[in-house]
T-cell receptor, first 113, second 116 residues
Framework: AQSVTQPDIHITVSEGASLELRCNYS??????LFWYVQSPGQGLQLLLK??????LVQGIKGFEAEFKRSQSSFNLRKPSVHWSDAAEYFC???????????FGTGTRLTIIP | EAGVTQFPSHSVIEKGQTVTLRCDPI?????LYWYRRVMGKEIKFLLH????????ESGMPNNRFLAERTGGTYSTLKVQPAELEDSGVYFC??????????????FGPGTRLTVL
C-alpha cells in the first residue's frame, strides 16, 4: 500500500541548532512528495515539493529536503532553527491513480532558547 | 493573490444539529479537496472536485456528509446530523488543473468543528 511514515511524533531542538525531520515513503514508482507546516492557529503551508529531477529540493523559510530512493526517505532539514519554526510538520505523498494526498501523522517541533 | 479561505474558523454545535462549512479556493483552481483531521490522528482525505464534478468521494465517512461545488467555484460541506465523532479540523485545499506533473495542493486555514 502507498504510505508515508513520520517516525518522530515530537522533537525538541535548541534555537540555532540544526534540524532533521524524518519521512519514509512506501511507493512502487517514484513518488511525488511534499512537506507542509502548520504553525499554531494557522493552516497548512506548503514548504517544498519533490516531483522529479534534482533530489535536493529547496523550499521556503530556509528549509530543504533530500529524496533518497535507496532509503525510501524524504527528510526535511534546516541548518539553524529559529523560534518561529516551532510548529507541526507533515510529510505527504500522492495515491497513484487519483489526486488525493496521504499524510504522515505529523512531527511536532518545539524550540527551546 | 488570495489564498484558500474557509469559513467559519470555528464552529461549536450540539449533537444532532447541522453545520455547513464553506471553502473558497484560489481563483482559477479547478481542483478542490476536503480533508479532515480528527484529534490525535492523521489528516485524511474526504473528497475531490474537478470544477463542479465530484472526482473522488471515497473518503467521505457516511451519508451524513454532503459536499457541493455549484458553478465550480466555492464549495460547501454540510454535516447533518452532526455526531460527536465528527469533531475535528476540516481543511480545504485547491490546485490547478494538471498540465504537466502533479500540481501542489494549497490549503486553507481550516475550520475547527466541535460537536458537544
Amino acid at each position: 500500500a502507498q504510505s508515508v511514515t513520520q517516525p518522530d511524533i515530537h522533537i525538541t531542538v535548541s534555537e540555532g541548532a540544526s534540524l532533521e525531520l524524518r519521512c519514509n515513503y512506501s511507493y512502487g514508482a517514484t513518488p511525488y512528495l511534499f512537506w507542509y507546516v502548520q504553525s499554531p492557529g494557522q493552516g497548512l503551508q506548503l514548504l517544498l515539493k519533490y516531483f522529479s529531477g534534482d533530489t535536493l529540493v529547496q523550499g521556503i523559510k530556509g528549509f530543504e529536503a533530500e529524496f533518497k530512493r535507496s532509503q525510501s526517505s524524504f527528510n526535511l532539514r534546516k541548518p539553524s532553527v529559529h523560534w518561529s519554526d516551532a510548529a507541526e510538520y507533515f510529510c505527504a505523498g500522492p495515491n497513484f491513480g487519483n489526486e488525493k494526498l496521504t499524510f504522515g501523522t505529523g512531527t511536532r517541533l518545539t524550540i527551546i532558547p | 493573490e488570495a489564498g484558500v479561505t474557509q469559513f467559519p474558523s470555528h464552529s461549536v454545535i450540539e449533537k444532532g444539529q447541522t453545520v455547513t462549512l464553506r471553502c473558497d479556493p484560489i481563483s482559477g483552481h479547478d481542483n478542490l479537496y476536503w480533508y479532515r483531521r480528527v484529534m490525535g490522528k492523521e489528516i485524511k482525505f474526504l473528497l475531490h472536485f474537478v470544477k463542479e464534478s465530484k472526482q473522488d468521494e471515497s473518503g467521505m465517512p457516511n451519508n451524513r456528509f454532503l459536499a457541493e461545488r455549484t458553478g465550480g467555484t466555492y464549495s460547501t460541506l454540510k454535516v447533518q446530523p452532526a455526531e460527536l465523532e465528527d469533531s475535528g479540523v476540516y481543511f480545504c485545499a485547491s490546485s490547478q488543473g494538471r498540465t504537466s506533473g502533479r500540481p501542489a495542493q494549497y490549503f486553507g486555514p481550516g475550520t475547527r468543528l466541535t460537536v458537544l
